[in-house]
């Protein structure tokens, strides 16, 4: 049986994008196949997605002339990977391996497969990921579509330039690590103040909830929300000084830069 999508790598990512199709009704189940190594994680993916297939390796018989593969596996695995898609037939290929180049998937790949890079983050496992996707020298306005139309199933989609996907692994991609230390910290804050641990979290989870959907639906920027909240002498100026005397700001530029920095590494 050919199915419309193979996704290759059942973890967190695959199993998420594979569950945002299902629910997104992208295409019926039955005509999405993940091809998983691991027989225990076979056995889950089976009972948590009915009707889609979960196998142990690729086979012709899975690919037809319209059959499109998600590449999501190790760094370490994705070129060998490639290879034995390509030689089952696949026309398109969407890579989620962090800092692999579109050429080098290309070179191992049949002359004429579309390659898309695209690089989303963990919040696709709830359905609000935001993900960048750019296209190799073969891929079609249609090739983008198609990529767009899966990561659109787990959250939000972005197009940019491939010489860019290193600065955004460091901002988006490694983003919300940054985020939950930030909140780590702010819950460990509210202890030492003398809150109860769940009330602390409660309070942070919440407030982070609150600030970012300001930032979503108004059209003020970061800088002037946060001088909305910043009375002169207030006790808001007084932790925001305490937090630039510590050099908070520079701490996430060159957070980013050196996750960017080993994007790059990576992908050579």
Not at 218 to 226: C, G, K
Not at 232 to 258: I, K, N
């Amino acid at each position: 049986m050919a199915f419309d999508l193979v996704i290759v790598g059942g973890g967190r990512m695959g199993s998420a994008l594979a569950t945002g199709l299902v629910s997104a009704h992208w295409c019926e189940p039955e005509k999405i196949v993940i091809v998983e190594h691991d027989a225990f994680t076979r056995y889950v993916l089976g009972q948590d997605l009915p009707g889609v297939s979960v196998v142990a390796s690729l086979e012709l018989e899975h690919v037809g002339p319209s059959t499109g593969a998600v590449l999501a596996v190790k760094p370490e695995h994705a070129e060998s990977v490639a290879r034995l898609v390509g030689a089952c037939g696949v026309t398109r290929v969407m890579s989620v391996v962090a800092g692999l180049s579109t050429d080098r998937l290309s070179a191992v790949l049949p002359h004429g497969v579309a390659v898309v890079r695209a690089m989303p983050n963990t919040p696709v496992l709830v359905g609000r990921g935001v993900s960048a996707i750019s296209g190799g020298v073969t891929a079609t306005s249609d090739d983008l579509e198609w990529a767009s139309s899966i990561l659109g199933a787990v959250g939000s989609v972005v197009r940019v330039s491939e010489r860019h996907m290193d600065a955004v692994t460091g901002v988006s991609g490694c983003g919300p690590a940054f985020i939950y230390l930030v909140a780590e910290s702010l819950i460990e804050a509210g202890v030492h103040q003398g809150l109860p641990r769940e009330m602390s979290r409660e309070l942070v989870v919440g407030t982070l909830m609150g600030a970012a959907e300001m930032l979503s639906v108004t059209a003020s920027s970061p800088e002037e929300l946060r001088s909305q909240v910043t009375s002169p002498g207030g006790a808001t100026a007084a932790g925001l000084r305490m937090l630039e005397s510590r050099a908070v700001r520079a701490a996430f530029l060159e957070a980013v830069s050196a996750s960017a920095e080993r994007s790059r590494q990576l992908g050579r």
